[in-house]
């Protein structure tokens, strides 16, 4: 797992400064690997089994909807980075934005599969986001 989640995150480029390179390969990337597909796909159970299913609000399945709940987890992705990176004690770099951001857009990308893949439980939803 250590090894995906270390190639995933080092398409962006290696951890600066390098001493810090065997921290964020081994603690901060595998942490926040999990908490960005955990979190994504909390948010889509969320978004297609609690709310327009369970609860059956029919109004809040339009794709605008699921737009606001995929620039929430995208929100999260980049503070769950920066926050497991100075968590961590790493020296405080640009890198750490960087790789928030890079963070966020796989966030956006784990919220996408994990909707293709669930969408069709929920009874309002079931199209969204097409």
Do not use: C
């Not at 955990?38 to 948010?43: I, Q, R």
């Not at 790789?99 to 893949?117: D, H, K, Q």
């Amino acid at each position: 797992m250590k090894a995906f989640f270390r190639f995933l995150y080092e398409l962006i480029g290696n951890p600066q400064p390098p001493a810090d390179t065997p921290v964020y390969r081994d603690v901060v990337f595998p942490n926040i690997g999990l908490l960005n597909i955990s979190v994504s796909l909390a948010l889509v159970v969320v978004f297609y089994y609690l709310i327009n299913r369970a609860m059956g609000v029919a109004t809040f399945n339009k794709g605008r909807h699921w737009g606001l709940f995929l620039a929430l987890n995208a929100l999260l992705a980049f503070g769950i980075a920066i926050w497991q990176a100075h968590a961590q004690q790493v020296a405080d770099h640009s890198y750490i934005y960087w790789l928030a951001t890079w963070n966020a857009i796989l966030g956006m990308f784990w919220f996408f599969v994990f909707s293709l893949l669930l969408r069709k439980g929920s009874t309002n939803a079931s199209t969204t986001p097409f």
